[in-house]
């Protein structure tokens, strides 16, 4: 089936005005008569339930946290991107807009993206606005900083802890509504499943996790705000308990699945140091502007201290299979590049799988102080982390997971395939195609909730007056029943293995098969094992405790078994795209320098997967990606 | 606390210097004494606002405790804090400073524990307060209770002055080792200041 | 390495106790949460429930960590939350305790699991600027002095863990309250509600059951973002002017 993605017609640049020209306004008046669920309270979901609340909504807000204030959004350090222009740089609208569709290897929907670069100057202001305490010129003006490899600076931050300040602004904005009785805040409330009720999604069902109280809250209409699904690999940079629950359940309650294999790796984590590892910590990618990255010629190297190896005996791979570009290969191929140093046994550190990155050539050129004054803070997490001065010895570095680009599929009014079912920030696909550019996740996620929803959502609700079910309708208290059964189920296996395990056998399955690089042959294998692992999950799954007290084990089987699901959609999808883009690298499609080979003939489209039962196989619909505006290019960094 | 603190601070300055005076002689001692008991009306309105700032600062001393206390209802099984030992026991030393003003007023001013005092007078035939504090030092046990009340006095200002500078909003990073310092000086100064007199009485430097 | 663990485990409704567990083969590498970690499925594969402890981020900034190791909230290296300290900062052999944050404003939920709700309840009587979405003015029409935009920044690295809370013996939250109203006194955006936020801030503060400040500082040495105490200052300054505006004047600062 073919899907479409209600996009305005005319010029690219007049849609969003035309949109808003054209939408359907609720009266003030009636505005309190409707309720909104926002379910996640990160950039995305508490700047949507705050600007909900001031339009006059009512709005009741879920998270899984014991604060709105702690969603993984607060990790983010790099910075925002805005086509403010500020630094008369020749930066625009229509630049942002073109190089995030080229940084998404086309496959992202052009009018999204355009509105995307339009808002984003609004975003910077209402911020200011907020307190976010922006890094300042000594006049007074904004500071802003190139990122990731662009060539204007468009990127404002605030120190390392752009994401975090930026939260702290949309949770200020949600906690003024809260105070003044706008929104009513539900912290500790995790959803376990979505309401439909005739085709629309009319509200959620949440365990508390305080106390595991299982309810049925109902809306009219539901938006989900509840971020990426990084942590089906088990190790990635996310938080621990990010996780894809709500959204694979809306998935399993018909809402479309789009993309998922489109998963952004980043090249310069600290490596594991061992079984026990719980995450990945991401050091900024500016390291590499200094760092040269080598592993030993020879694989019985390995072990020895990397100061001993000499000169002739090292191979900096990236300098040379890349002459031009080096050390600075884009984030996927050199994340590719130090995966085949470690799978050809040339890997440093515990386990072999990490590279080194080297200042002692920086440190000679600039000498230690420079060196300090460019990376001090980054050298210092590194020896917090390992307990090892890199100032002495090389840092050993390798590629994680680290953004979802794939996700719930939306319309131009980022309302999925079920009406009612609004989907923002890393929850949906829509606006990163194959691959995101750097500083542009905080971007999408506060200007889907500040300035996307609130123009968007009143076109739904105008069509729903009174059509919402009471909280004790037949519906749901179906979905309430249906979930406490799910949750008796798994703690009635008892069995011998915890979750942990099976989550960390899942993630070394989808790391190793699904991971930077794809082939038939690893995505095969991993459909024919996922299965089996989620088999032996439900057989053998230890889960301790009781359902109607705080119990993490419990939240955490919840998760892992929609993980064991999910990870099989996305080695589908893998396997569907016969192509390489952005965050998707089939081995199979490469040019003859290992660069990604799109084929716009076959794969110009989105992949929106239709749920029709676990282990049966799902439906895939088409949205076709028409680009009007941008002509079709390849990238290039040789 | 801060603002009864600052008044009691200015207090115990003047108290002090008024004290060093009998190293000047009988005659000065005395006629500051005098001077300061002129008139009834202005001695009996300045004894009972330095009663009142001190029932203030003790009444908000209690409610600070009783409420700071109920705040932390369950201690840790081994607390290793980082604040210093003056700061974390500025009730304990507090206590032990009031009752130790309590007997100061009792032994110096009211008399009630040497009723004798009442008969000594000068040559005018007024008090004679530099006797007095000489007969009152020359009892090892009143000397050793007033060198631990000062004592204490001077832990709690160690503590207090600085802190008085914090919750009136005085202080920062760039000031605090300033004021820190000063705040040890000056609490070292105090307990000098008001040792000296006892020890010297006692080990007859005058008499 | 080996550590014997004395770990707080309280239900809802029971008074609590603490237990022993030993935590064999220890890397120094592996996190104190990742040692916990591994402590959890030994307890869930003899059949024990596991430990219940706050996390998620596990790289300081989301402010879930909150244990009191030691005796120290945070444990034993300066200025890191729960989740950045290390096994290498113990020795083999060690008794390591751990027990939750201790305060009457936040209530032990389960185990070493507090409820911190109050954090956010003095946030939403004030903690914000009252702008609503698409009122704002181009963000370079109020220059902001680079001085003030950094010192707003140094108060706004506060992660709302409350370990402030935990290290003060009076449970006062004074270094969290006066951070986030200085974060935003600071900047002239926050100016016209300065009054009414530092009232309403402390006033819930108070309401709230925590304790008051009696400048012992050890709220300062426990914060993993090195939040000073200046803000404390500041805030008793802005807090006795806006009474005496207020309360005593009938006006406010904006006026």
Redesign the interface.
């Known amino acids: 089936m073919t899907l479409n993605g209600n996009v305005p017609s005319g010029p690219l640049a007049n849609q969003w005005s035309e949109y808003i020209r054209h939408s359907k306004l609720v009266n003030p008046a009636n505005k309190r008569k409707f309720e909104i669920i926002v379910v996640g309270t990160g950039l995305a979901g508490a700047s949507a339930a705050a600007t909900l609340a001031e339009l006059g909504y009512k709005v009741k807000a879920y998270c899984y946290h014991d604060s709105p204030r702690r969603a993984h959004s607060v990790a983010a350090q790099g910075g925002i991107n805005a086509a403010k222009n500020y630094q008369n740089d020749g930066d625009s609208v229509y630049r942002l807009f073109y190089d995030t569709i080229k940084g998404g290897d086309f496959r992202a929907r052009e009018s999204n993206v355009h509105r995307l670069a339009e808002v984003s100057v609004n975003i910077i202001d209402q911020c200011a606005a907020q307190g976010v305490p922006f890094a300042r010129e000594y006049g007074g003006t904004l500071a802003n900083r190139s990122f990731g490899g662009a060539q204007v600076s468009r990127t404002f931050y605030a120190r390392g802890q752009t994401g975090q300040q930026l939260l702290l602004g949309a949770y200020q904005a949600l906690s003024r509504q809260i105070g003044l009785g706008a929104v009513q805040m539900f912290t500790r409330h995790e959803m376990l499943d979505l309401i439909v009720v005739n085709g629309h999604a009319k509200g959620i069902v949440t365990r508390n996790l305080a106390d595991g109280e299982i309810k049925a809250h109902t809306a009219d209409a539901v938006v989900l705000a509840t971020g990426g699904y990084g942590n089906c690999w088990n190790l990635s940079t996310y938080g621990r308990q990010s996780n894809a629950t709500a959204a694979w359940r809306a998935y399993k309650k018909g809402a479309f699945f789009a993309n998922p294999c489109y998963v952004q790796i980043h090249p310069t984590c600290i490596p594991r140091s061992g079984d026990y590892q719980s995450k990945l910590t991401l050091m900024s990618e500016s390291l590499r502007n200094d760092g040269r990255v080598w592993v030993p010629k020879r694989k019985e190297d390995c072990g020895k201290n990397p100061n001993d190896i000499a000169e002739a005996d090292r191979d900096y791979y990236l300098e040379r299979k890349y002459p031009s570009f080096g050390n600075l290969a884009p984030r996927d191929i050199s994340s590719r590049a130090a995966k085949e140093a470690c799978d050809d046994g040339r890997g440093v550190g515990p386990g072999g799988r990490g590279v080194y990155l080297d200042f002692s050539e920086a440190i000679q050129r600039l000498g230690k102080h420079k060196v300090e004054e460019r990376y001090g803070n980054l050298f210092d997490i590194y020896k917090e982390i390992t307990g090892e001065d890199a100032y002495q010895v090389p840092m050993r570095i390798y590629p994680a997971i680290h953004y979802t680009m794939g996700g719930l599929w939306v319309d131009y009014s980022l309302m999925s395939n079920v009406p009612g079912l609004f989907v923002l920030g890393e929850a949906n696909f829509s606006d990163h195609g194959a691959n995101r550019l750097g500083a542009s996740a905080l971007m999408q996620g506060l200007s889907d909730g500040y300035f996307v929803i609130p123009n968007t959502i009143n076109n739904y609700l105008a069509t729903q007056k009174e059509k919402r079910p009471a909280a004790d309708s037949d519906a749901a208290v179906r979905a309430a029943n249906e979930v406490r059964d799910g949750v008796k189920k798994l703690l009635a296996i008892k069995g011998k293995r915890t979750v942990s395990d099976f989550h960390r056998e899942l993630g070394n399955l989808m790391w190793e098969k699904c991971g930077m690089a794809r082939d038939k042959e690893g995505l095969e294998y991993a459909l024919r094992e996922i299965p089996k692992l989620r088999e032996a999950f439900w057989r053998d799954v230890n889960v301790t405790g009781e359902g109607e007290e705080l119990n993490q084990a419990l939240e955490k089987a919840g998760r892992v078994a929609d993980f064991l699901e999910l990870a099989e959609l996305v080695c589908k999808d893998a396997l569907h795209r016969e192509e390489s883009c952005g965050g998707h690298f089939r081995s199979e499609h490469q040019t003859d320098d290992g660069e990604a080979l799109r084929h716009d003939d076959k794969f110009a489209y989105v992949a929106a997967w239709e749920f029709k039962g676990v282990g049966t196989e799902p439906d895939l619909h088409q949205e076709p990606l028409n680009y009007e505006e941008v002509k079709l290019a390849t990238r290039s960094y040789k | 606390m ?1 603002v009864s603190g600052v008044l009691l601070v200015a207090f115990l300055t003047v108290h002090m210097l008024g004290n060093l005076q009998i190293f000047l002689g009988a005659h000065a001692l005395n006629s500051y004494a005098h001077f300061l008991k002129i008139s009834p009306e202005l001695l009996w309105g300045f004894r009972l606002a330095m009663l009142g700032i001190v029932a203030v600062h003790i009444l908000a001393a209690i409610a ?1 405790t009783l ?2 206390n ?15 030992y003056a ?2 026991t ?1 009730i304990v030393s507090g206590i032990i400073v009031a009752l130790f003003i309590a007997y100061h007023l009792l032994h110096f001013t009211a008399h009630v524990t040497n009723p004798e005092f009442d008969l000594l007078l000068d040559e005018q035939a007024k008090p004679d307060v530099y006797g007095m504090v000489i007969a009152g030092f020359s009892n090892p046990l009143t000397v050793a209770i007033y060198l631990i009340g000062v004592l204490l006095l001077s832990w709690h200002l160690s ?1 207090g002055v ?2 008085m ?9 760039r000031s605090a080792c300033l004021i820190d310092s000063a705040a040890y000086l000056y609490a070292v100064v105090i307990f000098a200041g008001m040792a000296a007199v006892p020890a010297a009485v006692y080990f007859k430097l005058i008499s | 390495m080996n550590v014997t663990l004395k770990v707080w485990r309280q239900s809802a409704g029971e008074k609590g106790r603490f237990e022993r567990y030993e935590a064999r083969n220890c890397n120094p590498n592996m996190s104190f949460l990742e040692m916990l970690d591994e402590v959890n499925e030994d307890l869930t594969n003899s059949g024990k429930e596991p430990i219940v402890f706050e996390h998620d981020c596990r790289e300081g900034i989301c402010g879930c960590c909150s244990l009191v190791i030691n005796g120290e909230p945070h444990g034993p290296e300066y200025r890191v939350a729960s989740c950045q300290t290390y096994m290498r900062s113990f020795k083999d052999g060690d008794v390591i305790t751990i027990e939750p944050f201790r305060s009457k404003a936040f209530p032990v939920i389960k185990d070493l699991l507090v409820n911190r709700g109050a954090f956010d309840r003095i946030i939403q009587a004030g903690g914000f600027i009252s702008v609503s979405t698409g009122s704002a003015p181009d963000a370079n029409s109020i220059p902001v002095p680079k001085v003030s935009a950094d010192l707003s920044m140094d108060a706004a690295a506060c992660i709302g863990c409350g370990a402030c809370v935990a290290a003060c013996k009076n449970g006062a939250a004074m270094l969290f309250v006066s951070a986030k109203a200085a974060h935003l006194n600071l900047l002239p955006q926050g100016l016209a509600e300065k009054d009414r936020r530092v009232l309403a801030m402390v006033g819930t503060m108070d309401a709230e059951g925590f304790g008051s400040c009696s400048n012992t500082y050890a709220c300062e040495a426990a914060c993993p973002k090195g939040i000073t105490v200046d803000f404390i200052a500041k805030l008793n300054r802005d807090y006795a002017l806006a009474s005496v505006r207020t309360k005593l004047l009938g006006t406010d600062v904006a006026a």
């Open positions: 801060g600070l409420e700071n109920g705040a932390r209802p369950v201690d840790y099984l081994r607390e290793k804090s980082a604040a210093s700061s974390r500025m503590h600085s802190s500078f914090q919750s009136l909003g005085l202080r920062n990073r």
